[in-house]
């Protein structure tokens, strides 16, 4: 089963801490679970920054992948989510590493409509 970690705050909020450093950070779930399982199929992590919704994701382990860990260190946000896969259906791709999308709409940042979504398949993050 995939990992998935969600996070609201008031305020824009440094997500490092609890993403790659926690005691159960979603990093660390990608490498292994409480049951031993690594979730290496890919990544994803919906946010948004300034009332944009962003999505990034990538076909590859969080805890082998760069990218995860310099993108978070980015974000600033008061609303994340962050996904790690499991697959149990299909190759990775980015296709299959979840996009907190649908044609190309997300409501990352608990808008009460959906919104345009900026996605980025590497470490693109403004």
């Known amino acids: 089963m995939c990992r998935l970690y969600s996070f609201r705050a008031n305020k824009e909020t440094k997500v490092e801490c609890s993403l ?3 005691q159960n950070a979603t990093l660390l779930q990608s490498r292994s679970d409480s049951l031993g399982r690594a979730h290496p199929h ?3 992590l919906a946010f948004s920054h300034n009332s944009h919704p962003t999505v990034v994701r990538r076909a590859a382990a969080a805890f082998e992948d760069i990218h995860f860990n310099e993108t978070v260190e980015r974000i600033y946000t008061n609303t994340v989510v962050a ?3 499991f697959a149990t259906v299909g ?3 980015l296709a299959n590493c979840h996009p907190f999308s649908l044609l190309g709409n997300a409501v990352p940042n608990g808008l009460s ?3 345009r979504v900026t ?3 590497s470490n693109d993050v403004e």
């Open 119 to 121: 996605s980025c398949e």
């Open 83 to 85: 996904h790690v896969r």
């Open 20 to 22: 790659v450093h926690a």
């Open 91 to 93: 190759q990775p791709s």
């Open 113 to 115: 409509s959906p919104q």
């Open 42 to 44: 890919g990544w994803g």
